[in-house]
């Protein structure tokens, strides 16, 4: 084999590879969670994957579309809401993409859409409610975000999973208008309550009285049961309440004796 005949056989092993290579570089591989848009010359071909398949190199182009559950850290957006009390609300998307063939072909770049059309539609949806239903009623407007972005994200074939508002950001003066407003009412239920309290106390002691009047060695037997507390307690001082009958007594006995000496008195007249 002579010197031409080699570089012969080098040219043609050599546009043998280039044109395995150029076979070659058609195949294409998605992953499971992925799907290849396919155009061939400009024109929607179709949806291919997942797996392994084939395309036309030169002629054909493919662009690759995630369909897991995207997440997207909506800004804090700074709006007035219907009481007139400036908000700034920053909330978190979920979706995804239900349509690959329209996500590519209907919109130029279906994450940022869906990302400034999440920003408008929160600081719109601010405007809408006041402080008090935005703090209260988190739920319904987190649902009305879904609704509202999930309509206008519907032509680039994507679906909003779920919006959830993650904090409300209020001016401190504010802050400490609601903050002293919670304090007024937490006084507020403790007056009542315990008034309700003295109420339930008077009612229970007036029957008490009304017993005892009823009965008055109830009275003695509360008086002996003090006493025996008392002396539970291991005072160094102890006192002893007499029965109320004694006192009666000691008082009967006194004005006796004051009758008696004033008798006497007038007996004996004067020295």
């Known amino acids: 084999m002579n010197g031409l005949d080699v570089v012969c056989w080098s040219m043609i092993f050599l546009v043998v590879l280039v044109i395995v290579?150029?076979?070659?570089?058609?195949?294409?591989?998605?992953?499971?969670?992925?799907?290849?848009v396919i155009f061939r010359l400009g024109k929607f071909q179709g949806v291919k994957g997942p797996g392994i398949f084939y395309i036309?190199?030169?002629?054909?182009?493919?662009?690759?579309?995630?369909?897991?559950?995207?997440?997207?850290?909506?800004p804090p957006q700074e709006a007035i809401t219907k009481d007139n009390?400036?908000?700034k609300v920053n909330a978190v998307l979920y979706y995804r993409v239900s349509s690959p063939k329209t996500a590519i072909i209907n919109v130029e770049n279906y994450r940022l859409a869906i990302s400034e059309a999440a920003q408008?539609?929160?600081?719109?949806?601010i405007g809408q409610y006041s402080l008090d239903e935005l703090l209260k009623n988190r739920d319904m407007v987190n649902q009305r975000l879904s609704k509202i972005l999930d309509e206008m994200s519907d032509p680039w074939g994507i679906r909003v999973t779920n919006v959830e508002t993650k904090d409300l950001m209020i001016p401190e003066s504010m802050q400490r208008a609601m903050a002293k407003e919670a304090e007024a009412e937490r006084e507020k239920r403790s007056r009542l309550i315990k008034a309700?309290?003295?109420?339930?106390?008077?009612?229970?002691?007036a029957v008490a009285a009304q017993q005892i009047s009823a009965h008055p060695s109830i009275l003695e037997l509360r008086r002996l049961q003090t006493i025996a507390e008392v002396g539970i307690e291991q005072n160094t001082t102890t006192i002893i309440l007499m029965p109320s009958d004694?006192?009666?007594?000691?008082?009967?006995?006194?004005?006796?004796?004051?009758?008696?000496?004033?008798?006497m008195e007038g007996e004996m007249g004067p020295p």
Not at 249 to 261: D, N, V
């Open 56 to 74: 036309l190199p030169i002629f054909d182009s493919m662009q690759k579309v995630d369909l897991r559950v995207i997440t997207v850290d909506v």
């Open 120 to 125: 408008t539609t929160v600081r719109s949806i």
């Open 21 to 36: 290579l150029f076979l070659l570089s058609g195949i294409r591989v998605v992953k499971e969670y992925e799907r290849g």
């Open 196 to 205: 309700q309290a003295e109420l339930e106390s008077a009612s229970k002691l």
């Open 85 to 87: 009390v400036t908000a």
């Open 246 to 263: 004694f006192v009666t007594f000691a008082k009967h006995i006194g004005e006796a004796a004051k009758e008696f000496t004033k008798k």
